[in-house]
Each structure stands twice: as structure tokens, then as C-alpha cells.
């Protein structure tokens, strides 16, 4: 899966080539990439196995390389991770890497990588040819699930005899839940269950504090105010 970029490489920045990709890769359950970066492993990866991979990339020219961003889907046999079986699954990812050339296209001199992308960059070779073959294998192998399911439903093992319960029951007696696991059950139930709803409190009219009354008292009757008469005085008696 290799394309030549000698001509985009002489091209201005923003140029744009693309280009469709159909090959046969081969897969296996750990892929060391080049350069001293850590391996790409997929233990679900039924053993090596070669693949059709098809996409389609678009190739930008930017100031440093070539900017690589397309979508692939790739057919795969997966382990299951429940009853060990076997089937086909199909991948499907999207990738965006930076390619930076080790030659200069003008000059013919050699050229340094960036630091900061030293370890772990993708290459374009002497003669202006990128491989994907490389980037597609990681980007398939980070794409492959770590606990993939053969069916959602699936039984899985019988704990006692190693029976496929997708095939057959074998009539072993129902293993007992632990505490435990009773407990995880019981959480995740009402953690699933909806909230209940809670009614709105009533209005309150404020309080208003009343006299306290005595049981059993007589009512108390306030005599009407006298009305003063204008003009009319008190008078003293002298005593002779």
C-alpha cells in the first residue's frame, strides 16, 4: 500500500491528492511499530490472519510533510470473550497522521525529523513513497474491542463441565450467587429504576399568633370610650 508523493511534495501547501486503497494486510495479535515505540496488541485477534482492507485517503501538503486523513473497514475473525468461539467481525476507523519526508525533494539532502515526533512518526522513504501499511495495522489493531461479544445474549462457558450454553444446556446445577454479587444486582437495579416522583408541599398561609384563651372564661367586654365634650372643665369645691 504504497503511494508516490514526489510530485505533491514539490507542490505549495494546501495541495490535496486522493486515493482509493484496496489490499490485503496481514494481522497479527501484536504489532511492533518501527522506531522503538510500545507494541499494538489485540488479544481478541483470532490468531494471524490476512485481511482486505478498503478506504479511501486524502493526501494534503502541509509545511513539515504530507497529512495523511481517511476511513477504512476491515473483516476480522474475533475470539469471544465469553464462550471462546470464533466469528467474523468487521472493523471499521478513521485515521489522521502526519508523513514527513527524509528526503528533501529539491535537494536530494536528508532531512531530520521533528523532536517532538522522533519516536513514533510515520516516514516517507527515499524515493518519496508512503507506505499505510504500517499506520493501518495499529489503527485496526486500536480498533479490534478488548472483550468483544459474539452476540449480545451470549451464555458463555458452563463453569463445571465447559459446555457452550449457545449450543446446548448441559444440566449442571445452576451455580450459586455470591453475596456479592447479589449485592452488584441489586445496585445496579435501582440505579436503573426511575426516581420516584416527590409531590410539591402546599402553599402555607403565614401564621398569625392569637391571644392564648383560658377554657371555661368568661368573655370580657371593653367598655365604649367616653366622648369628651368641648369646652366643659372640672371644677374643685373648695372646702370652708
Known amino acids: 500500500m504504497q503511494i508516490n508523493v514526489a510530485q505533491l511534495l514539490k507542490e505549495g501547501t494546501g495541495a490535496t491528492r486522493s486515493h482509493d486503497i484496496d489490499a490485503v494486510l496481514r494481522l497479527e495479535g501484536t504489532s511492533a511499530p518501527a522506531g522503538g515505540a510500545a507494541p499494538v ?8 490472519q490476512e485481511c482486505r482492507v478498503q478506504g479511501r485517503v486524502t493526501l494534503t501538503r502541509a509545511a513539515r510533510g504530507i497529512l495523511l486523513a481517511g476511513s477504512f473497514s476491515c ?3 474475533l475470539t469471544c470473550g465469553r464462550c471462546l468461539a470464533s466469528f467474523p467481525h468487521l472493523v471499521g476507523f478513521d ?5 514527513y519526508p527524509s528526503i528533501d525533494i529539491a535537494t536530494g539532502l536528508p532531512l531530520a525529523l521533528p523532536e517532538e515526533d522522533d519516536s513514533s512518526s510515520f ?25 468483544p461479544l459474539c452476540r449480545a445474549d451470549c451464555g458463555g462457558l458452563c463453569p463445571d ?15 450459586p450467587r455470591t453475596a456479592l454479587a447479589r449485592a452488584l444486582e441489586q445496585a ?9 416522583e416527590t409531590a410539591a408541599a402546599p402553599d402555607r398561609a403565614p401564621r398569625t399568633r392569637a ?6 372564661a368568661p368573655e370580657r367586654k371593653t367598655a365604649p370610650a367616653r366622648a369628651r365634650v368641648p369646652g366643659r372643665t372640672k371644677s374643685r369645691r373648695k372646702l370652708g
Do not use: W
Open 41 to 48: 496488541s489485540a488479544p481478541a485477534l483470532a490468531g494471524g
Open 75 to 77: 473483516p476480522v475473525r
Open 95 to 99: 485515521v489522521q497522521e502526519m508523513f
Open 123 to 147: 516516514t516517507i522513504d527515499e524515493h518519496h513513497l508512503l507506505d499505510t501499511s504500517e499506520m493501518i495495522r495499529q489503527y485496526c489493531l486500536l480498533a479490534i474491542p478488548m472483550k
Open 161 to 175: 463441565c465447559g459446555a457452550n450454553l449457545n449450543e446446548k444446556h448441559c444440566g449442571c446445577a445452576p451455580v
Open 188 to 196: 445496579i437495579a435501582v440505579k436503573q429504576s426511575p426516581a420516584p
Open 211 to 216: 391571644a392564648p384563651e383560658q377554657a371555661g
